[in-house]
């Protein structure tokens, strides 16, 4: 690798000093829509010089180079506006600065051009980008994501072909990009990638950010040399928004109802931005703040004896949130000259989840062999300390920020530089959280499966006789994780010589230094003296109902009385005269740890047009990985107690190197169809917990389990080929085939009567994350999307938005001893996805109707069939409207899980209900303003 940086710093110095006193001219300016908004990805050439061109970037800057000196005449174009045509006077060696070059929004229909409405200019936004981008990727705009109810990124991602979202309290949490599961993806702002606050794997929480933060949504589905290449799946890249070139003013003001929680909502968003100091600085703040109090009804099952299905385990939970989500943004840009410009960029999330959870659960089932059971009953309040941070609930404190302070430069006018360095964090805190479990032993009951998908238990009334519990535990938890990224980048553009076709060479080098730690503690903590008798049955304490009626998993379920989360938030655990504090770190040491990533990479490619027709790149980017770890082994001893003297801390290092290779085509069939065609190689690295060395060992249970630092990030070459037709009139028809060869997949192996070879002994169960497996997955794509403009009279106003993914996988060489023969999914494959959007948009009002299916998939793999866990096909419904007084100001109306979709699991087949779990449908009212306009 230092090799590989010394080859890349003398091609810099040779190509510059080669060039640095040619004389050279250059075109650059800013394209901007009416509104003073950037136009990203508009095509700017040279009517005369075919191989001339360049694409406007996030700003709406571009810049020509290697012009040739005399009268030039610029052609503009970008779909859903006029294109343009203006002559620009050269002298050789010097620049000209065209400043800002406004478009006027228009559609062809037939023979004739009409102007387009504001509706429909940021599906032509989304598109014009799509359309003139270097690979296969998927384009959403801020004014797109206004179009739907989506509160979240993740909510706004899940319109997207080929996306498939898991959900948490119902809004749209994790993605799943082609098939593959969120650890094989990437979530970037700005090309950087976002750190997360889970402490097990590295996948981004996408219902931290708020949909109303960012300019645009890029999903690349194919991966050139210049990008971070840990993206299987492919890599959603947030684009903050940049300064307009004018005074932009706009937000909006909202409230809503949840029919769960049965309580309102409020939400309110911001925008401010301008240019001063002629235009020299740029400056755009963006607010969000969202509250909304939701919940959930829930069930839970896990399921025994694959011949005969029995339940083990089965609980009835409701759930009390609050959530509050904020979000800041800013950008400034300030241009040192015409040719060159430093930026600033950051954004700044947090999200507060305070919640209480009631579980009444029938634990440790056992079959007598007369057709009843024998069980303990479970009565759990989680909550936490009464205070202004906590406010007797468990709190979710979960943070993250990006700050880059950026430059692009234009050096000798020819050759484009830009370099960037990152600060990024991501943490998750968990305070005081507090459980109460009160028990109830050998409760003899009879189950009712006569619907499996609706199992329920008779315990003859054993479960609301609360005068019979007695106190099992009292706890207290803190947790907390953190990331902490460092990253830095620089990458040259060079453009040969070539009167006939465009080439450039585009050279560059990453460092990404990433620090990871998680330190939680646990405590249990035991009533004494006087206090004792106050703990003696669960009847003595403060007890809250959580009967819900209805209760929307099944008013079969009654969840009873349970201890009040206000007197658990109460009780002063620190007082050794009302209670004994035991420190547990059988409960948490195995889980602690700390370590440092560091990623050095650098790439090179080539970016050759041949004509207007054909455009290729080829390269290759080359990664180094450098890992330590420090996690703990914890051991118990024969009776099943913790023995501190065993357990120690442990240390791991691991390195590797990335070789890969990709080539992309492009060809223009004709100006509005395009052929794509990609040959690429791309990585996933390892779960964080995964390359934590730790041992666990349970001699109770005669169990091993390790963690694995030298575990290699799987591998992926990946086939892909792209059709796309663009209508005049805003809309496109697209279809693709995709297909991913992984190797060094990592799976979960699992043997029995294990010999460990560093003790010698002997282990009944043994489980560590290994390499090794292989998989394939297969499927393609369609997309249509079209304004029905050829209808007659009001009709015209009807639009369409859908499309469709298949996907199917297979792995194989599975590590888990008795299923090596079976034909088994990666998790998360999907086989059926599928969005669906009918809209009206006139000169007033708009309205539109979504629907999002996707088809139930493997989650986890189990060590047999009947233990794998399903997510379970879900059908969402939502609907929004909105209707403008004036060009400023506007109101709006959404909804969303018309449907009441639950969040299900199930074990092994369809019927085994896991968990099912219940948020009914939210509606919000409300302004949005755009003074600019």
Do not use: C
Request: aromatic share 10%.
């Amino acid at each position: 690798m230092k090799h590989f940086y010394k080859l890349l710093v003398m091609t810099i110095l040779v190509t510059l000093s080669t060039y640095v006193n040619a004389q050279n001219s250059s075109i650059t300016g800013v394209i901007v829509d009416e509104n003073d908004l950037p136009l990203i990805g508009a095509t700017v050439r040279v009517s005369n010089h075919q191989y001339l061109g360049s694409l406007t970037d996030a700003s709406g800057k571009f810049i020509l180079v290697n012009v040739p000196e005399g009268t030039q005449e610029l052609e503009i174009s970008y779909m859903g506006f006029e294109t343009l045509k203006q002559s620009v006077e050269l002298k050789a060696g010097e620049e000209a600065n065209l400043k800002v070059i406004k478009m006027k929004g228009s559609i062809i229909l037939g023979d004739e051009v009409v102007i387009m409405g504001s509706n429909l200019q940021g599906q032509a936004k989304a598109l014009g980008q799509q359309k003139n981008a270097n690979n296969i990727m998927n384009v959403i705009s801020a004014d797109q994501v206004g179009k739907f109810p989506d509160s979240n990124v993740g909510d706004a991602l899940k319109r997207v072909p080929g996306i498939t979202m898991q959900y948490d309290q119902g809004e749209a949490r994790f993605g799943l990009i082609r098939g593959t599961s969120p650890d094989l993806s990437s979530i970037t702002i700005n090309g950087e990638r976002v750190p997360s606050a889970e402490g097990e794997t590295r996948a981004v929480q996408l219902d931290l950010i708020p949909a109303d933060m960012v300019q645009s949504i890029e999903v690349s589905k194919t991966l050139t040399p210049d990008m971070d290449a840990d993206a299987i799946g492919g890599s959603a890249n947030l684009v903050l928004r940049s300064a307009p070139n004018d005074l932009r003013v706009s937000g909006t003001l909202g409230t809503g109802y949840n029919f769960l929680s049965e309580k309102a909502m409020l939400n309110g968003a911001v925008v401010i931005g301008n240019r001063f100091f002629n235009d020299k600085l740029g400056v755009i703040v963006s607010g969000s703040y969202f509250d909304h109090n939701l919940g959930s009804h829930n069930i839970e099952a896990e399921w025994d004896n694959e011949s005969n299905p029995e339940m083990t385990d089965f609980q009835i939970r409701t759930y009390d949130v609050h959530r509050i989500r904020r979000s800041l943004s800013t950008t400034l840009d300030y241009a040192l000259g015409t040719n060159s410009k430093i930026y600033v960029s950051g954004i700044y999330n947090h999200r507060d989840d305070r919640e209480n959870r009631y579980r009444f659960r029938y634990k440790d089932i056992e079959s007598n062999g007369d057709g009843t059971y024998t069980a303990e009953i479970r009565r759990q309040t989680k909550g936490g300390l009464d205070d202004n941070n906590n406010k007797n609930t468990r709190l979710e404190d979960q943070r993250t920020y990006n700050v880059t302070l950026g430059g692009e430069h234009l050096i000798a006018n020819r050759f484009k530089l830009d370099w960037s360095g990152t600060l990024a964090k991501a943490s998750e805190e968990r305070p005081h959280e507090r459980y109460i479990n009160w028990r109830l032993k050998d409760v003899v009951l009879t189950q009712d499966l006569s619907n499996p998908e609706k199992p329920n238990v008779n315990d003859n009334g054993a479960g609301v006789d609360y005068g019979s519990f007695d106190l099992k535990e009292i706890t207290e938890e803190y947790q907390y994780t953190e990331e902490l990224d460092q990253n830095a980048k620089i990458n040259l553009e060079i453009p040969l010589n070539n009167t006939r076709n465009k080439s450039i060479i585009k050279i560059g080098a990453r460092y990404r230094g990433k620090e990871k730690m998680r330190s939680n503690n646990y405590s249990e903590f035991e009533p004494v003296n006087a206090n004792e008798e106050n703990f003696n049955f669960m009847i003595n304490q403060p007890l809250k109902d959580q009967t819900r009626d209805p209760f929307l998993a099944g008013n079969q379920y009654k969840g009873g009385e349970f201890t009040d989360p206000a007197a658990l938030g109460k009780y002063d655990l620190n007082n050794t005269t009302l209670f004994e504090k035991s420190d547990l770190p059988e409960e948490y040491l195995g889980g602690n740890y700390n370590a440092k990533e560091q990623i050095t990479a650098g790439y090179a490619m080539l970016k050759q047009s041949l004509g207007t027709k054909w455009f290729f790149i080829a390269g290759a980017r080359v990664e180094n990985t450098q890992v330590e770890y420090t996690g703990y082994q914890v051991e118990f001893n024969e009776e099943g107690d913790f023995d501190p003297a065993a357990s120690k801390t442990i240390e791991g290092t691991n390195s590797y190197t990335n070789v890969l290779p990709s080539v992309q085509v492009r060809y223009n069939v004709n100006e509005n169809t395009i052929i794509r065609a990609a040959w690429t190689n791309t990585l996933a690295r390892p779960r964080y917990f995964d390359l934590v060395p730790y041992r666990e060992i349970s001699r109770e249970d005669n169990e091993l389990s390790e963690g694995n630092p030298g575990l290699k990030p799987t591998t992926s070459m990946n086939l892909d080929l792209m059709g796309e037709h663009y209508f005049k009139s805003v809309g496109i028809i697209s279809g693709g085939l995709f297909h991913k060869t992984l190797n060094d997949f990592i799976y979960n192996y699992q043997a029995r009567n294990y010999t460990d070879p560093v003790s010698g002994n002997v282990y009944d169960r043994y489980s560590q994350p290994r390499n090794g497996a292989k998989a394939t997955l297969t499927g393609f794509e369609v997309a249509f999307q079209r304004q029905l403009d050829f209808l007659p009279g009001a009709l015209k106003g009807l639009g369409i938005y859908t499309n469709y993914t298949y996907t199917s996988s297979e792995i194989k060489d599975l590590g888990i001893e008795e299923r090596e023969d079976e034909k088994l999914s990666l998790p998360g494959t999907a086989p059926h996805t599928v969005n669906g959007s009918l809209s009206f948009d006139s000169k007033k009002l708009s309205f539109r109707v979504s629907l999002n299916y996707t088809a139930a998939y493997i989650d986890e793999l189990g060590d047999e069939a009947f233990k794998d866990r399903y997510y379970d096909q879900q059908l969402f419904l939502d609907a929004n409207a909105s209707y403008a007084f004036t060009d400023q100001l506007r109101l709006y109306v959404e909804a969303n899980n018309l449907l009441n979709t639950p969040l299900r699991y199930y074990q092994g087949s369809e019927q085994y209900t896991m968990q099912s779990e219940y948020y009914n449908a939210r509606v919000q009212l409300g302004l949005k303003f755009d003074l600019s306009k």
